[in-house]
């Protein structure tokens, strides 16, 4: 069994800057990838970024790419989300998840077994 835990959510303005934490439970953490999802009110759940279990492979959606960085402390069994020049748009409930697989290719909610409970974040323009 495995626990998400977010935090790091908020409100800030265009241009600012959040950073978001998952804190993990279990000790198989450092065997998967980890992901970011984010869902908007009356939107589906989309793909943020992902990365892969040694922290050395990455992907993220073009919509946030140049802006966001995904990374993972293994000692810590957490995941981490930089998260800069906050748009309007990125306004959302974002998750972390846990992946079925090692890589950091995998982008459909399909492919991650465990989910947070989520946290706020809001930009306002």
């Known amino acids: 069994q495995v626990q998400l835990v977010e935090s790091g959510g908020g409100l800030v303005q265009a241009g600012g800057s959040l950073r978001l934490s998952c804190a993990a439970s279990?000790?198989?953490?450092?065997?998967?990838?980890m992901g970011w999802f984010r869902q908007a009110p009356g939107k589906e759940r989309e793909f943020v970024a992902a990365i892969s279990w040694s922290g050395g492979s990455t992907s993220y959606a073009d919509s946030v790419k140049g802006r966001f960085t995904i990374s993972r402390d293994n000692a810590k069994n957490t995941v981490f989300l930089q998260m800069n020049s906050l748009k309007a748009e990125d306004t959302a409930v974002y998750y972390c998840?846990?992946?079925?697989?090692?890589?950091?290719?995998?982008?459909?909610?399909?492919?991650?077994?465990?989910w947070g409970q989520g946290t706020q974040v809001t930009v306002s323009s």
């Open positions: 279990g000790r198989t953490f450092s065997s998967y990838a």
């Open positions: 998840a846990k992946s079925l697989y090692g890589g950091s290719s995998w982008s459909s909610v399909s492919h991650y077994d465990y």
